[in-house]
């Protein structure tokens, strides 16, 4: 946010027997700078019903008066309508941006224990507070959706198969599986976080194997992340594996053997003293 500093300068006139003299400069700042904009226009909308509980996206307006600014938000989901005293999920960003979206699909990668999913056919609150370091936080309004009924069960989490290590410019196997209650076909959601490649794979069979084949073309380590996905769009928990990579654990190892010779010397040539 912008700051602008108000001067006032004022010359005090000294009166003495002696006569009139001007005294110094008196410096008055005055801060005025206008706090960020209340959130609105909320998604879903105040009161909205059969809101899809399968990660529902919220937005809302937002800003700063001054201008272009990053503003901290925190944004704040329960099934207690006294929303600034208990939280189900509270979630602090920064977004300069007037009309704020949030993706409940990032937030699950987030926490690890929220996998997006809110309770079919409930009542939620939620509601947005944007930080400013000027005075009090501006909090916007408590708005409240109802979801839809429950449609289906989420797949399991999925179990990840990968190399140990990997090479740069070798390509490697990944396979990933899970189960749906339903017996629902999968889908497959792989990001390999580093560099954000995407790969949807599928529908396999509940309890087959997808795999794919990819290449790591950086010296880096490497973590992907994994969710299922059935037919009706039921989802499960993010699953996640990090994987090193051979140059990054070889040198680990190099360094490591280096300090175990040094050491073992320095234990050599005390032993020869002492005998």
């Known amino acids: ?81 006294w929303i600034w005293d208990s939280s189900l999920l509270g979630y602090y960003f920064n977004c300069g941006d007037l009309h704020i979206k949030i993706s409940f699909d990032y937030l699950s990668q987030t926490f690890d224990n929220y996998n997006g999913i809110l309770e079919p056919n409930t009542t939620y609150y939620w509601a947005i507070e944007a930080e400013y370091d000027e005075g009090d936080n501006v909090r916007g309004p408590v708005w409240n959706f109802t979801t839809s009924e429950k449609i289906s069960d989420p797949p399991s989490k999925p179990i990840i198969f990968a190399p140990e290590t990997i090479v740069k410019g070798v390509e490697y196997e990944y396979s990933f599986v899970s189960t749906d209650p339903n017996n629902d076909d999968i889908y497959y959601h ?82 020869n003293i002492l005998i």
């Open 1 to 81: 946010m912008k700051k602008i500093t108000a001067i006032i300068l004022c010359q005090v006139l000294i009166i003495s027997s002696f006569g009139f003299s001007i005294s110094g400069l008196v410096i008055n700042t005055n801060n005025l700078s206008d706090p960020p904009y209340v959130p609105s226009n909320p998604t879903p909308a105040d009161g909205a019903v059969d809101v899809y509980y399968f990660y529902p996206n919220f937005e809302f307006d937002g800003g700063d008066p001054d201008g272009p600014a990053n503003i901290f938000y925190r944004f704040r989901i329960d099934t207690d309508p």
């Open 190 to 271: 792989v990001i390999f976080r580093n560099h954000h490649d995407v790969f949807d794979l599928g529908p396999r069979p509940s309890g087959d194997k997808a795999v794919l084949k990819y290449t790591w073309d950086y010296d880096s380590d490497l973590y992907l992340i994994v969710k299922a996905i059935d037919l009706n769009t039921a989802q499960s928990n993010y699953a996640r594996v990090d994987i090193p990579n051979s140059r990054n654990k070889f040198y680990d190892n190099f360094f490591l053997q280096k300090i175990i010779e040094k050491y073992m010397i320095c234990f050599k040539s005390i032993e």
